[in-house]
């Protein structure tokens, strides 16, 4: 009994580091973006959707194999990505805060608009590459899905933390959050390495969206609620800190699958399934209330 | 112009504002009346939202689920003792529910408020942002006063509500229709009303210096704490007695009567009525029930080649239609609309003034 409740115990936390791993990317795609613009971006989850369309479309439509689909859709949603900063975003930048947030907003709705009018509201299917195995480990099961979404997870942060600290554009991009004006002082072309910021953010997106379909499936409701737990993910780190993105997305994905796991066993019976996102928000509305920085941040000082 | 001129020409403009709204049932459809009424639904709403967000600087994404605890506070209210075993046996006329439902979500706002103070800017949008999102599954999860996904139906019993059949008030007959009109429109009037008293004075001054600068609001004694919670709670209670119009008038609430989207057409309202002003909020409700209709080009008839019309029919074509307009709005009218004919006025006004110099 209790050697079967331990293992149903591990692999709810193999289960919910998976399923946290998506929630890092994405958390660490609205933190790049708030580091260097300053923006929280409300259409992160939808651009990541679109994403995740294009890779379905080019594997179920076009015959495309998974891979090069793959590929195809990081190229596409990092040129997009960049492409939406340069037409939609820079022309606001520097207005007030309201008006950044409206337009996040309304790329927020058109774009959930154009994948239910391209493709309709429609649930579709789109293949796990890593199959439907699973593996029994010392009495823990665990699926293939899982241990392939944790290992790209894990790659993509490394590919992502070696390009910031090891290449001279992760300097410039380094820079350019720290001090915008400094930084083009010494020949950084800030707009540029701006937009470059927008551009990775919708590929942890796409890498994000395509990873969380094959679990939940394929709709345009998909990545609403990820989001949200993407939110709770990056205020919980501190939503300028990177590596608390990261822990900020695997503590969320598995402290909700702790508690999925605890109701059953009597504790916390009142957590049902419909409860996972209030817990983001109260999760949300606690961290900003006892440590608004988050774990990693640093607490903001404002200047009079 | 004078301050005293410039008074008295916003007095009659109100009273004709009243006036118009009055006598219009009689010149529009009985269909077109009750399209109206949901107007003066999201008026009220935008009332609100602009008292927090215009007035006071503080952006709430999630205004959609102060409306939904109206909303559901009326309904439940309504429904009575048959459908829950509530403490209310036989329900509650529909019009009683409403300050119930004002009272009910103003203090949830204030309890929002609270928490709220330590948040600013984009993290209180974030945050507000999250109870919209979360708002549908908390209803689902409490089923046992809300109805679950079903949601709750309010017309089991006819006699609580002039929505179904004629009612009879000072000495004339009005349809379901019109009688929804005005209900929804004299409230949005009182509570425009109420919105300028409150404004107006110390409370709505000790708001714009909390909005223009927090640091300068507390060194001249106004207390941040105190106004930012009292806007939440006010600007909450207008949400809620919006969702229990909103709910009398759509005879039904369930989980997706108040979606995410909700909350982003009223923050869309009060930007397009323009930010900090009242009269605006009138563009801004017209804009926010409207735009939706127009984008599925319903009203579009020849302006644009049949090919186009049909593509935006199609499902998602009306919001991408209502996404990309919201951008090239902020794009074009920062201000908004409201903001625009502040604008004009002042051009007019400023070169008036200069000639009778």
Same mark, same amino acid.
């Not at chain 1, 379909?213 to 949200?228: E, K």
């Not at chain 1, 996102?277 to 990693?296: D, H, K, N, T, Y």
């Not at chain 2, 949830?108 to 408020?113: N, W």
């Not at chain 2, 008293?197 to 909390?210: D, E, P, Q, S, W």
């Given at each position: 009994?209790?050697?079967?409740?331990?293992?149903?115990?591990?692999?709810?936390?193999?289960?919910?580091?998976?399923?946290?791993?998506?929630?890092?990317?994405?958390?660490?795609?609205?933190?790049?973006?708030?580091?260097?613009?300053?923006?929280?971006?409300?259409?992160?989850?939808?651009?990541?959707?679109?994403?995740?369309?294009?890779? !379905?479309?080019?594997?179920?439509?076009?015959? !495309?194999?998974? #891979?090069?689909?793959?590929?195809?859709?990081?190229?596409?949603?990092?040129?997009?990505?960049?492409?939406?900063?340069?037409?939609?975003?820079?022309?606001?930048?520097?207005?007030?805060?309201?008006?950044?947030?409206?337009?996040?907003?309304?790329?927020?709705?058109?774009?959930?608009?154009?994948?239910? #009018?391209? !493709?309709?509201?429609?649930?579709?299917?789109?293949?796990?590459?890593?199959?439907?195995?699973?593996?029994?480990?010392?009495?823990?099961?665990?699926?293939?899905?899982?241990?392939?979404?944790?290992?790209?997870?894990?790659?993509?942060?490394?590919?992502?933390?070696?390009?910031?600290?090891?290449?001279?554009?992760?300097?410039?991009?380094?820079?350019?959050?720290?001090?915008?004006?400094?930084?083009?002082?010494?020949?950084?072309?800030?707009? #540029?390495?701006?937009?470059?910021?927008?551009?990775?953010?919708?590929?942890?997106?796409?890498? /994000?969206?395509?990873?969380? /379909?094959?679990?939940?499936?394929?709709?345009?409701?998909?990545?609403?609620?990820?989001?949200?737990?993407?939110?709770?993910?990056?205020?919980?780190?501190?939503?300028?800190?990177?590596?608390?993105?990261?822990?900020?997305?695997?503590?969320?994905?598995?402290?909700?699958?702790?508690?999925?796991?605890?109701?059953?066993?009597?504790?916390?019976? !009142?957590?049902?399934?419909?409860? @996972?996102?209030?817990?983001?928000?109260?999760?949300?509305?606690?961290?900003?209330?006892? @440590?608004?920085?988050?774990?990693?941040?640093?607490?903001?000082?404002?200047?009079? | 112009? $004078?301050?005293?001129?410039?008074?008295?020409?916003?007095?009659?403009?109100?009273?004709?504002?009243?006036?118009?709204?009055?006598?219009?049932?009689?010149?529009?459809?009985?269909? &077109?009346?009750?399209?109206?009424?949901?107007?003066?639904?999201?008026?009220?709403?935008?009332? %609100?939202?602009?008292?927090?967000?215009?007035?006071?600087?503080?952006?709430?994404?999630?205004?959609?689920?102060?409306?939904?605890?109206?909303?559901?506070?009326?309904?439940?209210?309504?429904?009575?003792?048959?459908?829950?075993? =509530?403490?209310?046996?036989?329900?509650?006329?529909?019009?009683?529910?409403?300050?119930?439902?004002?009272?009910?979500?103003?203090?949830?706002?204030?309890?929002?408020?609270?928490?709220?103070?330590?948040?600013? =800017?984009?993290?209180?949008?974030? +945050?507000? *942002?999250?109870?919209?999102? +979360?708002?549908?599954?908390?209803?689902?999860?409490?089923?046992?006063?809300?109805?679950?996904?079903?949601?709750?139906?309010?017309?089991?019993?006819?006699?609580?509500?002039?929505?179904?059949?004629?009612?009879?008030?000072?000495?004339?007959?009005?349809?379901?229709?019109?009688?929804?009109?005005?209900?929804?429109?004299?409230?949005?009037?009182?509570?425009?009303?109420?919105?300028?008293?409150?404004?107006?004075?110390?409370? =709505?001054?000790?708001?714009?210096?909390?909005?223009?600068?927090?640091?300068?609001?507390?060194?001249?004694?106004?207390?941040?704490?105190?106004? &930012?919670?009292?806007?939440?709670?006010?600007?909450?209670?207008?949400?809620?007695?919006?969702?229990?119009? *909103?709910?009398?008038?759509?005879?039904?609430?369930?989980?997706?009567?108040?979606?995410?989207?909700?909350?982003?057409?009223?923050?869309?309202?009060?930007?397009?009525?323009?930010? =900090?002003?009242?009269?605006?909020?009138?563009?801004?409700?017209?804009?926010?029930?409207?735009?939706?209709?127009?984008?599925?080009?319903?009203?579009?008839? $020849?302006?644009?080649?049949?090919?186009?019309?049909?593509?935006?029919? &199609?499902?998602?074509?009306?919001?991408?239609?209502? %996404?990309?307009?919201?951008?090239?709005?902020? *794009?074009?009218?920062?201000?908004?609309?409201?903001?625009?004919?502040?604008?004009?006025?002042?051009?007019?006004?400023?070169?008036?003034?200069?000639?009778? &110099?």
């Amino acid at each position: 009994m209790l050697a079967a409740a331990f293992s149903d115990f591990m692999q709810q936390v193999v289960s919910g580091l998976a399923s946290g791993g998506i929630y890092a990317l994405l958390a660490l795609a609205l933190v790049i973006i708030h580091r260097s613009t300053g923006v929280i971006n409300f259409a992160q989850g939808e651009m990541a959707l679109l994403s995740t369309y294009i890779a !379905w479309t080019l594997t179920f439509n076009h015959g !495309w194999s998974y #891979w090069p689909a793959f590929v195809a859709t990081l190229a596409i949603s990092f040129a997009g990505g960049i492409g939406i900063h340069r037409v939609v975003i820079r022309p606001v930048e520097r207005g007030s805060l309201l008006r950044i947030v409206i337009v996040t907003i309304g790329l927020l709705v058109a774009i959930n608009g154009f994948v239910v #009018w391209q !493709w309709s509201g429609e649930p579709q299917q789109l293949q796990s590459p890593f199959g439907t195995e699973t593996y029994d480990i010392g009495g823990v099961v665990v699926s293939a899905h899982d241990i392939g979404t944790i290992a790209v997870a894990v790659g993509i942060v490394l590919l992502l933390w070696g390009l910031f600290q090891f290449t001279k554009v992760g300097l410039a991009l380094r820079a350019t959050a720290v001090n915008p004006e400094e930084a083009r002082l010494v020949g950084v072309r800030v707009t #540029w390495m701006l937009a470059l910021g927008w551009g990775l953010a919708a590929l942890l997106g796409a890498v /994000a969206g395509m990873l969380t /379909a094959p679990t939940v499936g394929l709709d345009p409701n998909m990545m609403a609620a990820v989001l949200i737990y993407a939110f709770a993910a990056a205020v919980l780190g501190g939503v300028d800190s990177p590596i608390g993105a990261v822990v900020g997305g695997l503590l969320i994905g598995v402290l909700l699958n702790l508690l999925s796991y605890l109701s059953q066993y009597g504790a916390f019976d !009142w957590f049902t399934e419909e409860l @996972r996102l209030p817990m983001a928000l109260l999760v949300i509305l606690g961290v900003l209330l006892v @440590r608004p920085q988050g774990i990693f941040g640093r607490p903001a000082v404002k200047r009079v | 112009m $004078s301050p005293r001129v410039q008074r008295i020409i916003g007095f009659v403009a109100f009273a004709g504002f009243v006036a118009f709204v009055a006598v219009l049932p009689s010149f529009v459809s009985d269909f &077109k009346a009750r399209e109206y009424s949901y107007v003066a639904i999201y008026l009220i709403a935008l009332l %609100g939202l602009n008292i927090l967000t215009g007035y006071t600087g503080q952006i709430s994404l999630g205004h959609g689920a102060f409306m939904a605890i109206g909303g559901y506070t009326t309904a439940i209210l309504m429904a009575g003792n048959e459908q829950f075993g =509530g403490p209310i046996s036989g329900g509650m006329k529909d019009l009683w529910t409403l300050p119930i439902a004002g009272l009910v979500a103003g203090l949830a706002g204030l309890a929002f408020g609270f928490p709220a103070l330590r948040l600013s =800017g984009l993290y209180l949008a974030l +945050a507000t *942002f999250a109870i919209a999102v +979360a708002m549908p599954s908390t209803v689902k999860r409490f089923e046992e006063f809300t109805g679950g996904g079903t949601g709750i139906q309010l017309f089991g019993s006819p006699e609580l509500t002039g929505t179904i059949s004629n009612v009879d008030i000072l000495g004339r007959s009005l349809t379901p229709n019109d009688w929804m009109y005005y209900l929804a429109w004299s409230i949005a009037i009182v509570a425009f009303a109420v919105a300028w008293l409150i404004l107006r004075g110390r409370t =709505g001054r000790a708001f714009r210096a909390v909005r223009d600068s927090e640091t300068a609001a507390v060194s001249s004694g106004v207390s941040l704490a105190r106004y &930012k919670t009292l806007a939440f709670g006010v600007s909450a209670a207008y949400a809620g007695v919006a969702g229990g119009l *909103f709910a009398i008038a759509s005879a039904f609430v369930n989980p997706d009567t108040f979606p995410i989207a909700l909350s982003i057409f009223l923050l869309v309202g009060i930007v397009v009525g323009g930010l =900090g002003g009242l009269s605006g909020l009138v563009f801004g409700a017209i804009f926010v029930y409207f735009l939706p209709l127009w984008a599925q080009g319903a009203d579009l008839g $020849s302006l644009l080649p049949d090919r186009i019309i049909e593509e935006t029919q &199609k499902p998602g074509g009306p919001a991408i239609v209502y %996404g990309i307009v919201l951008i090239l709005l902020m *794009f074009v009218l920062p201000n908004g609309v409201g903001g625009l004919f502040r604008r004009i006025g002042q051009l007019i006004t400023s070169r008036r003034y200069s000639r009778s &110099k």
